[in-house]
């Protein structure tokens, strides 16, 4: 899947990471997303690992595995994968979220092994992150939102 700066994916991807963060109760943008040469992102957790608590985790995404699990590496390494969510590549940011709490929190959920079938074609992830541009998008609650007029908008 290719994103263009500024498009409808990449705002929506960027929307996304933001309800996830949100859904984890993370300030501020802790997350960050490359494009080039595939899409990923990064979403810097507060918590640490029960078996790692020396070192910084994490929530990774990319679009063949979706959410992993992964703790920084010494030394400038990559990122150590410590479990991926599997399912949908695009799960709702409270199902992220959930991950991320009961791993930290010392649960052994997800698999070891990245995923090894994405239903999902590119076009349909496309189309799902964009579906997180919508103004009435809610991550399973009513926070930060109320009706008027008859519209959903969210209120920050």
């Known amino acids: 899947m290719e994103l263009q700066y500024e498009n409808a994916s990449e705002r929506g991807l960027r929307n996304y990471l933001r309800l996830v963060a949100e859904a ?13 040469p595939s899409v990923d992102a990064y979403l810097a957790l507060e918590q640490r690992l029960p078996a790692f608590p020396d070192r910084d985790a994490a929530l990774v995404w990319n679009q063949t595995h979706g959410w992993a699990l ?48 994405n239903s999902a074609t590119p076009g349909e992830i496309t189309q799902r992150l964009s579906a997180y541009l919508t103004p ?19 209120v920050s």
């Open 136 to 154: 009435a998008y809610s991550t399973g609650s009513d926070h930060g939102r109320r009706e008027e007029s008859g519209g959903v908008f969210e």
């Open 70 to 117: 992964a703790v920084e590496a010494q030394c400038g390494e990559d990122l150590i994968v410590c479990s991926y969510l599997g399912g949908e590549v695009v799960p709702e940011p409270r199902v992220v979220a959930r991950f991320a709490r009961l791993s930290c929190d010392g649960a052994a959920l997800g698999d070891l092994e990245p995923p090894t079938e």
């Open 24 to 36: 984890l109760h993370l300030p501020g943008e802790a997350y960050c997303v490359q494009l080039d």
